[in-house]
Structure formats: C-alpha cells, structure tokens
C-alpha cells in the first residue's frame, strides 16, 4: 500500500491517507464488507495507516487515530478467536 511507496519517496500527503481511511476503514458499510470478505487483508489495511501515522508519513486526527485502533484492535481479536 501507499507505506512503501511513502517511505521510500517521502510522500506525505494528508489527503491520501485521510482519504484512504475514510472510504476503507471509516465508511461502515465497506468496513464491514472488507472485514466478511477478507478480514486478515482488512487487518493489514488498517496496521498500515497505523503504522503510516507512527512514522510521521500521515498527521492523522486523534479521533482517527482512536477509531483506528480500536477498528485494529477488534479486528485482532476475531482473528484470534477471542470472544468479547
């Protein structure tokens, strides 16, 4: 994803992040669509945006942040079998 690419050419646009996490992880439907068909690629999707945050690729919002943690965090535990 657009790690790799921003890291080795510097890339660090706002905009495509935000952009990214709207339409792949903040929109419900497509959260939910992503997580029933392929929820490790999901997983990915969104240890990658964090991932792009820690390296100071993306300034994303606190609140983001917060919903792509627990988004994250979720997600780990259905992998994982764990009950909630």
């Known amino acids: 994803m657009q790690v790799g690419w921003g890291a080795t050419s510097d890339f660090r646009e706002n905009w495509a992040w935000d952009q990214a996490a709207e339409t792949y992880a903040l929109d419900e439907a497509m959260a939910e669509k992503l ?3 392929n929820p490790q690629a999901f997983s990915n999707v969104l240890k990658r945006m964090l991932e792009a945050s820690g390296r100071g690729m993306w300034d994303a919002s606190p609140e983001v942040l917060d919903r792509l943690r627990a988004l994250y965090s979720e997600m780990d535990d259905q992998l994982e ?4």
């Open 35 to 37: 997580r029933q068909a």
């Open 81 to 84: 079998g764990v009950k909630a």
